[in-house]
Every structure is written in structure tokens, then in C-alpha cells.
């Protein structure tokens, strides 16, 4: 079954970069493209953001700091006569030092998907989705005395979830889908996350099957202010009382070609892993730049 993961992830990995790099040779084609030939259309950003501040002979009180968070975030989308073909990919990672307290991770996220939409001519048209997320570092957590304990690494744990079923396009600004789905949990060391309450014992990789839903919402609230929002639930089969939820919600103001600030927060429910609603807000002001 790891084996089998491992595979999938592979796979992903490969339509997403082949997606990425398609039609971008410097070669122009023999004849013109006829209307409804493939259209590439590639979006690529990087973000930088820096956060600094020292004391010296400060008598006000005050501890030194230094943090940073870097993301590039893209999204390939291939269009032909009957199909779309959307490719999404996030790799973020920062770090913060407080004093005397070390380096800290702050944010680190992995994220891949790709999902293939057949066209109907409507609204309303049927898709299948396979998406993978991680980290790329190891995860603590952190103790009143300062003291980190590692809770996860890098595939570990690691989230696939394979679905199919019908989207609806209400506007350019909103969309969603409603279909089913296996979502399969892989780890390693840190099998709490696989850990199933019906199946007592250890496990390394928890498969389930239900229902997913998931929605987008992107909104130019002014000529330089975006607002984003997205929302992914799972619904086991199994426990139909325990819907795993994970939102983000994200406004971008563009101060210049380079710079922009942006207000973020993110909402995870997991219901077998913690009985809390996991919660990151931040606010950053640093380089945002549009690569293609």
C-alpha cells in the first residue's frame, strides 16, 4: 500500500511539472493554431517576506527577532475543445528566531493537485481530482520551558485524496464541486495521524472513502485588493459525524510590481487527530512578484 502512495505521488509530481514546462519552447509552430487547439495558460508567483528588529542599550525593554517566510505558487491550466486540465502547486516555508529561543519553523507547506474537467457546454460539468499534501521539514511542538518535541517530518505524514464528481462554475468568482473520494494518510514515525478510534492499534496508513466538497471563492474587491477564499471538506463514510475541514482565507493588496501586503488565516478540523480547530492567522508586508 506504501508502495502504491509513493507511486501516486510520482505520478503527481510528473504532470505537474510536464504541465508547467508544456508549450514553452522558443520554436513557433509550422502553421498557425486552428481555433480550438490546445491553449496553455501558466501562472507562477514568488513571495519573500522579512521581518527584523534588534535592541541595543534599550531601556524601554524589548527582545531581539528575526523572521522569514518564502512561497512560489502556480497554477498550469491547459485548455482543449472538451477538456481543462488544472494543475495547482504551493511550496512555502519561514522561520522565526526570537532571542535566545533558537529557530523556529513557522510556516512549511506542500501542497500539489491536478484535476481534469470534461466540458458539457453547461455550467455543471463532471471532474476527477487527485491531490497531495506535506511538509518539508520537521514539525515540533513546543513546551512553557522551550523545550521542542518533534510531531512530524517531511512525508510524515503525508495526505492523498483521490475524487471524482460534478463542479458547478456559478461566476468567474466562484466555484464548486460535490463528489466521492478516497483519502489515504501515510506516515512513518508519527502514526498518530493515521490513528483510526474504530480499529484500535498502530498504524501507519489510514484509508477512507466519502464524500468531498470543496469551494473557491476569488473576488477583486478594488483595482489593487483580491480576496480569496477556499474551503475542502471530507465527509468518511464511516463517520459521517466527523467532517475534516480545512480553510484558508487570504486578502492581497498590491502596493506596487513589487511589493504587497496581505492578511491571511488558515482553519483545520480534524477530528481524529485533535478535538480543537487548528488555527494560523498572519499579517506580512514583503516582495510579491508575478514570474509569468
Known amino acids: 500500500m506504501r508502495l502504491r502512495s509513493i507511486f501516486q505521488i510520482s505520478f503527481l509530481s510528473v504532470i505537474l511539472c510536464s504541465s508547467a514546462f508544456a508549450q514553452t ?3 513557433p509552430p509550422a502553421t498557425p493554431p486552428a481555433p480550438h487547439d490546445t491553449i496553455w495558460h501558466h501562472e507562477l508567483v ?20 528575526l523572521a522569514y517566510a518564502a512561497s512560489i505558487v502556480g497554477k498550469s491550466v491547459r485548455n482543449d475543445t472538451n477538456t481543462t486540465w488544472t494543475n495547482s502547486y504551493k511550496f512555502a516555508f519561514g522561520q522565526t528566531e526570537i532571542g535566545n529561543q533558537g529557530i523556529r519553523t513557522s510556516d512549511d507547506e506542500l501542497n500539489l493537485e491536478s484535476m481534469l ?3 458539457l457546454g453547461t455550467n455543471i460539468n463532471p471532474y476527477a481530482d487527485v491531490s497531495f499534501a506535506s511538509q518539508f521539514a520537521p514539525g515540533y511542538q513546543y513546551a512553557d520551558t522551550g523545550a521542542g518535541v518533534e510531531v512530524s517530518n517531511f512525508l510524515d505524514p503525508a495526505f492523498i485524496k483521490e475524487s471524482a464528481g460534478m463542479g458547478w462554475v456559478l461566476s468567474k ?6 463528489g466521492v473520494g478516497v483519502r489515504e494518510i501515510i506516515t512513518n514515525l508519527y502514526n498518530q495521524y493515521a490513528a483510526d478510534p474504530s480499529e484500535p492499534g498502530i498504524h501507519k496508513t489510514r484509508i477512507e472513502g466519502g464524500f468531498e466538497s470543496v469551494s473557491q471563492l476569488q473576488l477583486q474587491v478594488d483595482d ?8 475542502d471538506l471530507f465527509d468518511p463514510i464511516k463517520t459521517l459525524d466527523r467532517v475534516v475541514v480545512h480553510a484558508d482565507a487570504s486578502i492581497v493588496a498590491k502596493v506596487s510590481k513589487w511589493f504587497s501586503a496581505q492578511i491571511a488565516a488558515s482553519f483545520i478540523n480534524e477530528p481524529d487527530i485533535s478535538p480543537f480547530t487548528q488555527i ?6 514583503g516582495i510579491n512578484y508575478a514570474l509569468f
Not at 514568488?46 to 527577532?65: D, K, M, P, R, Y
Not at 489593487?224 to 474551503?231: C, R, S
Request: aromatic share 10%; no cysteine.
Open 224 to 231: 489593487n485588493v483580491l480576496f480569496k477564499a477556499d474551503l
Open 173 to 178: 468568482a466562484f466555484q464548486t464541486r460535490l
Open 280 to 285: 494560523q492567522e498572519g499579517i506580512s508586508i
Open 46 to 65: 514568488a513571495s519573500l517576506n522579512l521581518t527584523q528588529v534588534s535592541f541595543t542599550h534599550w531601556q524601554a525593554g524589548g527582545i531581539n527577532a
Open 117 to 119: 474537467t470534461y466540458k
Open 25 to 27: 519552447g522558443t520554436t
